[in-house]
């Protein structure tokens, strides 16, 4: 008679598929969690070894804030222009044309230009940053770093986090001027609102504190989309198509981030 | 010297390694063989601390790998050059700069402290003696299968390594290149005294490299020795596995 583990031979028994994908969901999740403060925690408990990587910095610093100003400046006046137009629009005609600008100037600063910046950023820049380092690792370059002595981790993720950092609020600065501007263009010459009026309303309407808060903004999303985007290349298996699979979640998740993000500072800080 | 003892490594529950035991004495060549997929390189992975076996103990120069922290693993990867099956060349950099690069590690302990011009020369003499003169500016990708691991033989021994470990370093070359990468680790141990773990499962360059061998079977040691010992071995198992490895060598000889 065999005695040996009654609970191996039984049948599995399945609850509902519900509770089981939860299940599996859940622990999923909390895995990546865990692995990713676990990379960031190596990160800051190794920040000195970053020192070799300082060119690298630079570079990223490049790749991330220069080549992204063209998309940048795309995007950031036509939204301008659009809040313009469709305040202006939503507007009584009682109501003074000059609020149109005071509309652009705290929508600007406060939510369109961090939000679709670190949006549209998210895909550019989180896709590179995880097809880099996911072809790094399944073409066994990251080993060879670790080979020859360097610590992979801050040879290319702190590099790029720091940038990120570095280059998200200034590029959200050069946003929010090319969005007021685009915004007294809308006002101007699509909703005819004298000039005078919109800047006047602007300046009426501006509160440092306002672009405080979308620098601070921006400067969360720079990590949390440099850092997804570097954790999930980082740990890419099953050779390209896993890259493939990895830079797709990237962009995923990072704009999902960002919109959370978004959301939970609006709650606490303003 | 490098001693490894009774390491076992499974992946998903697939065991790859089963229980391998082998010594490295100081300035030879050992080679392991084995069939495909058998293990040999996460073997050679494991030695640079790249990946930890589950069980088992490596130890180099009387140091246990498995134990040290991470800035005394990073010292050890100093004393070693990792040539890997495909290469591993950096995409991002020019040949000059991938070679250099190993050059520049360490900069943060101090290790390796040379100036800018004293890299260059190396680079230029590593380069030359893989045969690739006059490369420096070219890209990674501009290059054959054959040129772009004899870049990354030279990225592995211009800053004179004392241990050299070799990832299947002729496969996928003619076998003009083959021989060319065959004479230059022969050159390394005779010239330079490094000693040296070849992984391949080309019995032919093996034995132009080696001067003992490990054959892995089923993820075991299943014999170490000389030429000599293993040829004439009454095992059942080296003896098939020589004769079916010589007659795939014949064959692609001819």
Redesign the interface.
Known sequence: MDLAAPAARAPRLHGPLFFEVIGRVTISFLEHLGMYFGLIWWMVG?I??A??SSKNFFSQMVQIGNDSIPIVIFVSTFVGMVTAVQSAYQLYSWIPRSVVGGLVIKSVLLELTPLLTALVLAGKVGATITA?IG??RV???V??L??????SVSFLITPRILAGIVMFPVLVVFGDLLAVLGGLFGAVIVAHIPAGAFIAGMKSSFVTRDAVFGLTKATIFGYTITSIASYQGYYVVGGSAGVGKATMSTVVYTCLAVVILDFILASTLL | MITIRDIRKSFDERPVLRGVNIDVRDRETLVVLGRSGGGKSVMLKMIVGLLKPDSGSINVDGNDVLSMTYPKLRELRFKFGFLFQGAALFDSLTVGDNVALALRRGRATHELELTEGEIAERVTFALEVVGLKNTEAVMPSNLSGGMKKRVGLARAIVPSPRYMLYDEPTTGLDMETADEINVLINDLRTKLGVTSIVVTHDIHSAFVVGDRFAILNDGRTLMTGTRAEIENSTDEDVRKYISSSLSTSRTRLT
């Open positions: 190794n000195r070894n020192r070799e880099e072809s790094m073409t066994e370059q080993d060879a670790e080979a020859m002595g360097f610590d």
